[in-house]
Structure formats: C-alpha cells, structure tokens
C-alpha cells in the first residue's frame, strides 16, 4: 500500500514566479491538508481539502490556493513567490483523523 | 488557537540512555500524534493518543487530557533515534497544530 507520495522532492524558483506541488493521498484516505514549515520549526497549516472543497483554511495569505481532484490527489499552488516562501512543503491525508505525511517538497526561492 | 509547547527545546543522549519528551497543550483536544521528523524530513507516526498509555517497541507515550500534557518516553536509545520529535493537537476536522519540537541527537 503506497503512503502518502509529493512531487517535486526539491523545487527552486525565481521570486514573483509561481509553483505547483502535487499530493497523492494514502489509499482510503479522502482528506488531504497541505503545512509549510520553514527552518528550525513545526509545521504550520496552510488549508484542507475535503470532497474537493476548501474545508478549512491557515492563516495564509490568498498568494497559496489549491485543489483537489476526484481521486483526492491535491495540488498546493503559490503565486507571486517571495523569498519567505522558501520551506518544506508537507503534504497530510487523513481519514477518520489520524494523519500521515509525504515526504515532502523542498522549495527554496532565489 | 490552542498553545503548544514541547521540552525540552534540545537533547543530547549517549546511546543506551533513556529519555522522557514532554508536550504541554493550553486546551482540551480531541485527540495528539508524536511524530520523528527524520533528517530527511519525513514525519514518521509514532503515536495517535487521545489519553493513557501506548508503547511501541522501546517507545511508549502517555497523554493525560485532563492536566493538558503528554509524555513520550524513549528507552535504550540508539543512534537512529536521532532527529526532532514532534507533537501535534488534534484539533476541529483533524487539522494539526504543531509544537516546535525537541531535537534529539543520540550519540554513539
């Protein structure tokens, strides 16, 4: 049973451009919730997508959207990339609140 | 939002030695995970504890709801313990709420 799998593992972009990550959830699982956590600390949560709706939302500004599709794969876009955009990009699904994690999308902005 | 603290901050141990992580929350929560982040950055699940005790090999966890806080315990440790352990709250439609975590770093 493949877990939770991200793509890109590593990303480095031009600031003002944008980034996709993509998100395959653990089989079974139909919730998928993206964090950013930058150097040195916890994750933090950005938004969570749930019967491809944003179910509920971080305190991110409107530059991070996202998307989830009928298989419950998601994808993370941010627009307009400023240099504190660079971090690790974690990708959660979950069903019935346990939570497991990809490995994650190292973005590191220029 | 719900305050997480995690102590200590930094641990260094000599393999073999065991340790106790401490995880204070400032509201009741639905349910906490520990995780190991390893050097990779990989979040690995350790426990998914509401209250009382799980173990897990040489790993065991207590969460204590009513006083707000949760234990991990980590016995005999050996080098590949080494990396930042992680709690989280589990709060509204599972949404997690991270501590900053204790870096373990466990030498030979």
């Known amino acids: 049973d493949a877990g939770v799998t991200q793509s890109p593992t590593h990303l480095i972009k031009t600031r003002g451009q944008q980034v996709t990550l993509r998100c395959s959830p653990k089989?079974?699982?139909?919730?998928v919730s993206w964090y950013q956590q930058a150097l040195g600390q916890g994750p933090q949560f950005i938004f969570q997508?749930?019967?491809?709706?944003?179910?509920q939302r971080g305190n991110f500004p409107d530059r991070f959207s996202g998307h989830q599709f009928p298989n419950y794969s998601s994808e993370l876009n941010v627009n307009a990339l400023l240099l504190g955009d660079s971090a690790l990009y974690l990708c959660?699904?979950?069903?019935?609140?346990?939570?497991?994690f990809g490995q994650g999308t190292r973005l590191t902005v220029v | 939002g719900i305050q997480v603290e995690q102590s200590p901050p930094d641990l260094i141990l000599q393999e073999g030695a065991n340790s106790t992580l401490r995880c204070n929350f400032s509201?009741?929560?639905?349910?906490l995970q520990w995780f190991h982040q390893n050097p990779w950055g990989q979040l690995i699940n350790l426990f998914y504890?509401?209250?009382g005790t799980k173990q897990n090999g040489r790993l065991s966890a207590t969460t204590v709801a009513t006083e707000r806080y949760s234990l991990l315990y980590i016995s005999s440790s050996q080098t590949t313990d080494s990396g930042v352990y992680f709690c989280?709250?589990?709060?509204?439609?599972?949404?997690?709420?991270f501590g900053a975590g204790t870096q373990v770093v466990v030498t030979p």
């Open positions: 959660a699904s979950s069903r019935d609140r346990e939570a497991f």
């Open positions: 089989s079974g699982h139909d919730t």
């Open positions: 997508y749930y019967e491809e709706e944003e179910r």
């Open positions: 509201d009741s929560v639905n349910n």
């Open positions: 504890i509401p209250s």
């Open positions: 989280a709250v589990v709060g509204g439609w599972g949404k997690l709420q």
